[in-house]
Nanobody, 115 residues
Framework: QVQLVDSGGGLVQFGGSLRLSCAAS????????MGWYRQAPGKQRELVAS???????NYGDSVKGRFTISRDSAKNTMYLQMNSLKPEDTAVYYC?????????WGQGTQVTVSS
């Protein structure tokens, strides 16, 4: 019953920044763990960052210190601030909301970092 729309991707130079947004039609603070995943061509999808209903965050080792996940309850929106971007960050980024028996995905937004 949750619909997610992610946006904010684009082309950025090495060392640049982008902020991704994920707008939810339903409440994302009703027992869902929210997260950002990414998938590069020929590679397996990986977890980038997640945030629990209580506000605890977790980051993949490759993005620690560079990316920050956050949420805005009033706007029912989640964000991923990406700084110091590297070509290895190039991928399609997907917003995700999950509970033990259900999961919802955004349509994906392309992030391309030039070398």
């Amino acid at each position: 019953q949750v619909q997610l729309v992610d946006s904010g991707g684009g082309l950025v130079q090495f060392g640049g920044s982008l902020r991704l947004s994920c707008a939810a039609s339903g409440s994302i603070f009703s027992g869902y763990v929210m997260g950002w995943y990414r998938q590069a061509p020929g590679k397996q999808r990986e977890l980038v960052a997640s945030i629990t209903p209580g506000g605890s965050t977790n980051y993949g080792d490759s993005v620690k210190g560079r990316f920050t996940i956050s949420r805005d309850s009033a706007k029912n929106t989640m964000y991923l601030q990406m700084n110091s971007l590297k070509p290895e960050d190039t991928a399609v980024y997907y917003c995700n909301a999950k509970k033990p028996l259900s999961a919802y995905w955004g349509q994906g937004t392309q992030v391309t970092v030039s070398s």
